[in-house]
Structures are given as structure tokens and as C-alpha cells.
């Protein structure tokens, strides 16, 4: 759906109005939408998409999911931990185990990804053959 300039600049500055200390607030967005609701003003529906979009852009990129073929010791997720957060600040992180991975690490922040997984290298190197 293509969306107007006009709508892509209001959603913006509806985001950024809704960011307490650098994070999205739950509640600022709700009043934004419940005020998009009652006054409906032109073009709201693409308002609405864009915000959609950008508060989950935004959720995404605060949100770090760490995969490993099994559980991984203490002492090692704290230095995952730790690497995460110096490179992308305040994350929530996950750590889930993963037995396809073979071994290895996969790492997903927002749309960065990074496969240290045996599983990918064997597939990399199924594809020289």
C-alpha cells in the first residue's frame, strides 16, 4: 500500500511524540490511537499502518533472540550478554535452544543476523559442490 508523504511525516512525529527516555510508552501510544479513532483525520488508516510499522521496527531492534544447539552455561551467556549490550545498548534478550543448529551460535537483533551455526556452514558448503 502506497502511503502519502503527508501521513509518512505525521506518523513520525506521532512516534517520536509517543518516546519516553528513548523508548516507545504503551500508554502515549494508546491515547495516539485512541485520538487517530475519534478524529480520524485525513488519512489515518495510512497514519495508523506507518505507526504500526514503526513501533514494531522499533520493538524488533530491542529485542535480541540468541540460539544455540544446547543450553549454554552461565558463565557464557553473561559474555553474550555483555557483547549485546555494548553493541546495541538496552535489549531484551532471549537464549532458546535450537538442536537443528548442529552447534554454534545464531544471534538475531532486529533485522541483524549473525549464523556462526554449524548447520549454515555445512550448508554454505553444500553449495560449493
Not at 6 to 21: D, I
Not at 41 to 54: E, V
Not at 60 to 67: L, P
Not at 91 to 106: E, T
Amino acid at each position: 500500500m502506497k502511503i502519502s508523504k503527508q501521513a509518512a511525516r505525521e506518523a513520525r512525529q506521532l512516534f517520536r511524540s509517543c518516546r519516553v527516555n528513548g523508548r516507545p510508552d504503551e500508554t502515549r501510544i494508546r491515547q495516539v490511537l485512541h485520538w487517530l479513532g475519534e478524529q480520524k483525520p485525513r488519512g489515518y488508516l495510512q497514519i495508523l499502518s506507518r505507526l504500526h510499522r514503526l513501533v514494531k521496527l522499533d520493538l524488533e531492534q530491542r529485542t535480541a533472540r540468541v540460539e544455540s544447539a544446547t543450553l549454554l552455561p552461565p558463565d557464557l551467556q553473561n559474555e553474550v550478554l555483555g557483547q549485546i549490550k555494548r553493541n546495541y545498548g538496552r535489549v531484551d534478550i532471549s537464549f532458546c535452544q535450537n538442536p537443528a543448529l548442529i552447534g554454534g551460535l545464531r544471534i538475531q537483533v532486529g533485522s541483524d543476523l549473525y549464523d556462526g551455526s554449524v548447520k549454515t556452514r555445512l550448508l554454505k558448503l553444500e553449495e560449493c559442490f
